[in-house]
């Protein structure tokens, strides 16, 4: 066999034992990547999959799910770690406990819908990226994995990938930025945080995370865009002149406010964009509902849209036929769409005929509706619920 073809070999070999510990993260609408790291069955991943919901979902290539808690989180590194509440029985991964070499090919996993695992080759272009006040590993390529591990040909991790920079990002000097997911944190930099988690589980618990500021590692709130200690805008903040279009966009961000004032939502919403909010909203069945709120850029209307069911995995046409006359049933009242593997449910009103009181009945109606359909739809053609 040619050295191409063994490494072929070796590399398949790698993915096949690696992806036995790859989980599925997902928050609300929120997905990403996490690996158990650690003999306790904690699991690694990014702060960007798990946003700041204290509770996320699970599920393993093999089929196994379990809800997960929040423990720990790094803002500043996009890192989480979470613990399942069944601990899942996968291997952890183990750590490289020095730095790759420069030049070095590794693979970069991320598990995807339907318990599959996506493998990107790439090579190690650098290996002491300062980003702010961060130092990073510098891929050749994007890898787009949020929270996933890279592995070298031996299955060990060497850095978590897909970082997501905050906006306006630079690389210290003159040089241009990165490639928007092409940097990984080091594994070797999180020896410590990984050492100080190998503990029995039953000490974590009662443990929640506290979220940093990563410019003066002052504890902040995730509904409030500046750091209340020193002013910095925090990775999730907007600047206001990203809401400075004119009077109609102005006045619709203070809609927006007012509307979550009314909703009474806590914990606090958080900002995900401009004239953009994520919240939770309570459903009738005592759970929590993960909302989405904007305001298009012209401040003309407001939307309000929720995650409801995975896609079935058979079936399609008549789900996708199915989807399209409830549509054409809904009027103006409700809108169903499918963005990737998930089908959402939304509103659309102008902010000129949205009254005081109105946009929080709104939400609490999509709210209501999304438990409806959630069954009618969920049941008959076996799509998984969100939420």
């Given at each position: ?23 599925g993260v997902r928050s609300g609408a929120a997905a990403g990547t996490g690996w158990v790291a650690l003999g306790n069955g904690l699991v690694m991943t990014s702060h960007d999959a798990v946003g700041y919901e204290p509770t996320v979902e699970l599920e ?57 695992c996506r493998v990107v080759s790439a090579v190690v272009s650098a290996i002491d990226v300062r980003v702010g006040a961060l130092r990073c590993l510098e891929l050749d390529r994007a890898v787009g994995s949020s929270g996933g591990p890279i592995v070298d ?235």
């Amino acid at each position: 066999m040619s050295g191409e073809g063994t490494r072929i070999r070796a590399a398949a070999d790698v993915v096949a034992l690696a992806r036995r510990s790859l989980v599925g993260v997902r928050s609300g609408a929120a997905a990403g990547t996490g690996w158990v790291a650690l003999g306790n069955g904690l699991v690694m991943t990014s702060h960007d999959a798990v946003g700041y919901e204290p509770t996320v979902e699970l599920e393993a290539a093999d089929g196994q799910r379990s809800r997960g808690r929040v423990i720990w989180v790094d803002v500043a590194r996009d890192l989480a770690m979470i613990l399942p509440a069944e601990r899942l029985s996968l291997p952890p991964l183990l750590a490289r406990p020095d730095l790759p070499r420069l030049g070095e090919p590794v693979l970069a996993l991320a598990a995807v819908p339907d318990a599959q695992c996506r493998v990107v080759s790439a090579v190690v272009s650098a290996i002491d990226v300062r980003v702010g006040a961060l130092r990073c590993l510098e891929l050749d390529r994007a890898v787009g994995s949020s929270g996933g591990p890279i592995v070298d040909l031996d299955g060990r991790v060497i850095g978590v990938g897909g970082l997501d920079l905050p906006r306006g990002a630079r690389r210290r000097g003159a040089a241009p930025a990165p490639e928007s997911g092409s940097l990984a944190i080091p594994v070797a930099a999180l020896s410590r945080a990984l050492a100080t988690a190998d503990v029995a589980r039953e000490q974590f618990e009662g443990r929640s995370p506290t979220y940093r500021c990563p410019a003066c590692n002052e504890p902040f709130d995730g509904g409030e865009d500046r750091c209340a200690a020193c002013g910095r805008l925090l990775p999730h903040g907007w600047e206001p002149a990203d809401v400075s279009r004119g009077a109609a966009t102005a006045d619709a961000e203070r809609l927006l406010h007012d509307l979550l004032a009314e909703l009474g939502v806590r914990p606090a919403p958080l900002r995900v964009g401009p004239r953009a909010f994520r919240f939770s909203c309570p459903t009738p069945r005592g759970t929590n509902a993960e909302v989405v709120l904007t305001a298009d850029e012209d401040g003309a209307t407001i939307r309000g849209k929720l995650a409801l069911l995975r896609i079935p995995t058979a079936n399609h046409e008549p789900f996708y036929r199915c989807l399209l006359t409830l549509n054409d049933q809904a009027l103006d009242t409700h809108r169903f769409s499918v963005e990737g593997d998930t089908v959402y449910l939304s509103f659309v009103e102008p902010t000129a005929l949205v009254r005081p009181g109105e946009g929080a009945a709104r939400v609490r109606e999509l709210v209501r509706e999304a438990e409806r359909y959630r069954k009618a739809l969920g049941e008959p053609f076996e799509a998984a619920p969100i939420g």
